[in-house]
């Protein structure tokens, strides 16, 4: 009776911890213009680079410009500000369905 008890107590205080930890740590999960951008991205259901060609063509960049900063951002990561700008302008608050739908870390859709 005793070990049933303390396992359940054990039990208990793992899922509490979980919770407490998840929550606590969720804040750190930085939305970012790269989450931002997935966003956009999947709320049009179109690709990044789609995204880049719609924002270049808004600057009148040439294809070959938008080229090299798609490949630019897909080997270092770094999103130039005329996407960045697109991003902001087009994203709507409820576009944000990428993170509710498919989560990183673990995490579960209700945090």
Not at 7 to 30: M, Q, S, T
Not at 38 to 59: H, K, M, P, Q, T
Request: a positive charge; charged letters at 25%.
């Amino acid at each position: 009776m005793h070990n049933t008890l303390l396992f359940i107590g054990i039990a208990l205080a793992y899922a509490i911890l979980k919770v407490y930890l998840e929550k606590r740590l969720a804040p750190l999960d930085a939305d970012g213009d790269e989450r931002r951008l997935a966003d956009l991205a999947f709320a049009n259901r179109c690709s990044v680079y789609e995204l880049y060609i719609s924002a270049g063509s808004i600057w009148n960049f040439s294809r070959g410009k938008i080229d090299t900063d798609f490949r630019q951002y897909l080997r270092q990561g770094e999103i130039p500000p005329y996407v960045k700008d697109y991003v902001h302008r087009h994203l709507q608050e409820n576009d944000r369905t990428y993170q509710r739908l498919i989560f990183s870390g673990g995490r579960p859709p209700y945090l």
